[in-house]
């Protein structure tokens, strides 16, 4: 008997995995299915010849496989499993999906009926092989798709956002044509395109054809206009449609009225360029379009794509609408819009994400603070009357509808619907009869929107949007006391992720109150003092059980005070001390009053810790005594030089006495130095609590010439009172004369009493460099005669005369810089309990507790140190770490602990830039 063949003895398919078998004349018949099988084995002179060319390829293989001296089995891309194949199909275009599927019959059958999802790219303008495509060829390829995937019912069109014809428009009404489709979603692709490459190209081209002044066409943008929406409209059989596209002006959404079976819509807007129109489709022409879709239950609009009566229209007719998303930029209609929301009370899920405005929105963070508390008080005023008890009059089409239902049952005639029906009379009748009546029922408690607020683009760092749209502005509003009351006053509120630039709140622990909130994201710029410590972080974890995400990019004084909270040991647990060098916070940012203060239970849910510290570099005030140290010294040193010049001068000219050389530092000054010393010391003092207070030179500017002419005029009111006290006394004659000494007496007074700075004070500051050029001579002014004598450096400028420029470089003689950073971090016993990642970017370095191991679900941990030295420290910082780090999680490992991944890096970008 002859050994299994390897294919099947009908259709000589290869034979993978279970197959079947008969015996024919006293040999093994192997085949596929029993079809086959039944083939192979019939009495026909056909199958006697199939039979006969099977057994001589068996022989043949035996041959080729004994010749081989390291045989290996053959499988061909025909057996490939079904798994792989759809995963491929999943991952192709339309046009590689057709290739595919000519390769065979088992790639056919698959590529067709397997993957019903298709991807199709419409372009003609970003590469050479997109721009040598024709139109009737993108036309032909849909077509060819449509007949060839029956079973496609979903399909995805990407569009580039320039084009050289309508590309868009043929693509979509070839697509109108594809009547199985329920899902379509069409997309932008906004890569630049390549002008400078796409030129050179054409011209190359155009010349090689002969032409003497080749004419070199633009690409035109993409629009979404009526033609597009028209032919949407014929795909009646739609279930669920997303258009993110760029929309052409005022078009309306009357297009969308015909599809009465769409349970999902989403209308997003690209941004468009500077200086170009706002998008505005919506309009009081498309208030029934909305209406029109009794089956809609998803809706997620752009609110530059809607306006207030077509959302309200929509709320009063789709009364099966339960999930609604917003993208606003907190322009000015967006407002009107948010009143709408308030009256939506069958929302179940509400979503709101900001995106960056136009210029022309002229929002700043103040009116986008006033715009973000409105649009929270009306969703605050939603969830409020979703609580409330309900009323008979609101729940009087509830009851219709169930009247209605009770009607359809009674109208069935199915013999198990009856019974059924029956049954339920019987029960109902028998409780009726019952002796005792049935206790009312206790309501079920009533549940409200859950409300999603995500007020900074996700992915984002600090209050930074990352690359936005061309001419598009991320406007972070502004932080207040009333904007956290609003916020805290949302009950159903899931997720918050707010970034915020500038201002200041004293109210943080409010957030306290969202006990609903599983996902936690706050982001302040450096400017911005929010007002976060232990006590409300500790508050917002044992109010907020059910936090899963915690994310806090906060500036580094603020981090300072919070990362205690998760950092070191719990107090009674271990030494407390730290592996890692230097201080384990920055100086003043820990408070030990507050040790212990955070209970063990805070947090139970939480799994993501993200902690990032923006470190930033602040300007601080000289105390008075160093900056009088610092003049003396300065002043010393101008003497020194002098000195030391006397002295060359006296070498160089015979028979001069010798001069006296360079005082010693311990010397006192002179008493007049001394005095010019004190006058400085004023008039920087006074220039320096101006330059804390106000944000720029020119205020400064501002306010010390308004500080002179009040003392110009307090001193000119004097003069006449005194005038005319005397007038009486003196003769009319000497008046004049008089008057003109009295003037030169009060404007010498006025230079004295204002502050004033000697001149080559002023001069060396304007050369910059700070109290380290202040030792040195001043240099000569523009127009001033180098060998000016010591009298015109010691002369007083009074501040008021002093210009922007100069008040500016002084700034370098009141104030210092000063970096400042979050500390280090301490990985311990205060890290949640079921935290399976924790990130941490921005601290000096990472330490780790004695006897302390990680928590045991801890599955990722990464670090990106920052130090103030710049990227060589940072990354000698995170080589340094590294090991503590590790020795760490091994020894959590050794207690039961799984596989951590382990990642310390330094940033190099941060560093240099802090």
């Known amino acids: 008997m002859d050994e299994p063949c390897a294919n099947c003895a009908s259709c000589c398919s290869p034979l993978l995995g279970a197959s079947v078998s008969a015996l024919l004349n006293g040999e093994l018949v192997s085949a596929c299915n029993a079809r086959c099988l039944r083939r192979a084995t019939a009495c026909t002179p056909a199958s006697a010849r199939r039979r006969a060319l099977q057994k001589a390829r068996s022989a043949a293989a035996r041959d080729r496989s004994a010749a081989s001296t390291a045989p290996a089995s053959c499988v061909g891309w025909a057996s490939l499993p079904r798994d792989v194949l759809l995963q491929l199909a999943a991952r192709l275009g339309l046009r590689e999906r057709l290739a595919a599927a000519r390769t065979c019959r088992h790639w056919a059958s698959e590529m067709a009926e397997g993957c019903r999802h298709v991807e199709v790219r419409v372009d003609d303008a970003s590469c050479p092989s997109a721009r040598g495509e024709e139109a009737a060829g993108r036309r032909a390829l849909i077509e060819e798709g449509r007949r060839a995937l029956p079973s496609a019912d979903s399909l995805t069109l990407t569009c580039y956002h320039v084009a ?26 906004e890569t630049p395109f390549d002008r400078w490459s796409y030129y050179k190209e054409s011209y190359a081209e155009q010349k090689a054809s002969g032409l003497e002044y080749p004419i070199v066409l ?14 949407v409209g014929l795909l009646t059989g739609l279930r669920s449609l997303s258009l993110d596209v760029a929309w052409a002006g005022t078009m309306g959404l009357s297009g969308l009225s015909a599809l009465t079976g769409l349970t999902s819509l989403e209308l997003r807007s690209r941004g468009r360029g500077r200086g170009e129109e706002e998008v505005r489709p919506g309009g009081g022409r498309g208030a029934g379009s909305l209406a029109a879709l009794p089956s809609l239950r998803r809706l997620v609009a752009d609110t530059c794509l809607l306006d207030a009566p077509l959302l309200r229209g929509a709320a009063a007719a789709l009364t099966g609408l339960t999930h609604l998303g917003l993208l606003t930029d907190l322009d000015a209609p967006a407002v009107q819009l948010f009143d709408c929301v308030a009256g939506m009370t069958r929302l179940r899920s509400l979503t709101v994400q900001l995106h960056p405005a136009a210029p022309s929105a002229r929002l700043t963070p103040d009116l986008a603070a006033a715009r973000t508390t409105h649009l929270a008080a009306a969703i605050a005023r939603l969830t409020a009357a979703q609580l409330q008890t309900p009323t008979p009059e609101s729940t009087a089409p509830l009851a219709a509808a169930a009247d209605a239902r009770r009607q359809r049952c009674r109208r069935r005639t199915g013999r198990r619907q009856r019974a059924r029906y029956l049954a339920d009379c019987g029960d109902r009748a028998a409780a009726a009869q019952g002796s005792a009546p049935a206790a009312p029922k206790a309501a079920p408690p009533r549940e409200c929107v859950a409300v999603s607020l995500e007020l900074r683009p996700s992915g984002a760092s600090g209050t930074d949007g990352g690359d936005q749209p061309s001419g598009r502005v991320l406007t972070a509003p502004e932080l207040t006391c009333g904007l956290v009351d609003a916020l805290a006053s949302i009950s159903g509120l899931v997720r918050l992720e707010l970034g915020c630039k500038g201002g200041t709140a004293s109210n943080m622990h409010r957030l306290s109150e969202l006990t609903a909130l599983t996902h936690l994201s706050l982001a302040f710029s450096t400017d911005c003092n929010p007002g976060l410590g232990p006590g409300e972080v500790g508050r917002i974890g044992a109010s907020c059980v059910r936090l899963h995400t915690l994310h806090l990019a906060l500036p580094a004084d603020a981090m300072g005070c919070v990362a205690p909270v998760f950092s070191g040991t719990r107090s009674g647990s271990g030494s407390g001390s730290s592996a890692g060098s230097g201080p384990s916070y920055m100086g003043g940012a820990r408070d030990a009053s507050w040790s212990g203060a955070v209970s063990c239970g805070s947090f139970p849910q939480l799994r993501v810790l993200y902690l990032e510290s923006c470190s930033f570099v602040r300007e601080l005030p000289y105390a008075r005594r160093e900056l009088r140290l610092r003049l003396t010294a300065a002043l010393r040193g101008r003497m020194d030089a002098a000195a030391a010049a006397a002295v060359f001068n006296a070498d160089l000219a015979p028979g001069s006495s010798e001069p006296q050389g ?70 009319q004659e000497g008046k004049e004369q008089k008057e003109e000494e009295e003037g030169q007496e009060e404007g010498e007074k006025l230079g004295f009493l204002l502050p004033s700075l000697p001149r080559w004070l002023v001069l060396t500051a304007s050369e910059g460099g700070g109290w380290a050029t ?55 016993g205060r890290l949640p309990v079921g935290l399976e990642e924790l990130r941490l970017s921005g601290f000096d370095h990472v330490g780790a507790a004695e006897y302390t191991a990680p928590p045991p679900g801890l599955g990722v941990l990464r670090a990106v140190l920052t130090a103030c030295g710049g990227p060589d420290q940072s990354v000698a910082a995170a080589v340094e770490a590294e090991p503590r780090v590790r020795a760490w999680v091994a020894a959590g490992r050794g207690a039961g602990q799984s596989g951590v991944r382990v990642e310390v890096v330094g940033d190099c970008a941060k560093a240099a830039a802090a």
């Not at 109108?176 to 899902?183: A, D, K, M, V």
């Not at 006192?668 to 106000?694: G, I, K, N």
């Open 164 to 189: 050289f014809s309508q590309t868009l428009v043929d693509a979509v009404q070839a697509v109108s044509r594809w009547g199985r489709l329920r899902h379509l979603r069409v997309t932008w692709d």
């Open 218 to 231: 633009d690409p035109s943008r993409e629009c979404w206009d009526r033609r597009c929406m028209g032919a």
């Open 662 to 731: 360079p005082s010693p530092p311990s010397s006192p000054l002179p008493a007049e130095a001394a005095a010019q010393v004190t006058r400085a010391v004023t008039a920087l003092a006074a220039l320096q609590a101006l330059s804390a207070a106000l944000p720029d030179a020119d205020g400064v500017r501002e306010s010390l010439r308004a500080e002179a002419a009040w003392q110009q005029g307090a001193a000119e009111r004097r003069r006449r009172q005194q005038e005319e006290e005397e007038q009486g006394q003196e003769e």
């Open 774 to 828: 202040a030792a040195g001579p001043a240099p000569a002014t523009v127009g001033e005669d180098a060998e000016a004598g010591d009298a015109d450096l010691d002369e007083l400028v009074p501040l008021h005369r002093l210009t922007a420029w100069q008040i500016t470089q002084m700034r370098s003689l009141v104030m210092h810089e000063e970096v400042l950073t979050a500390g280090g971090f301490v990985l311990g």
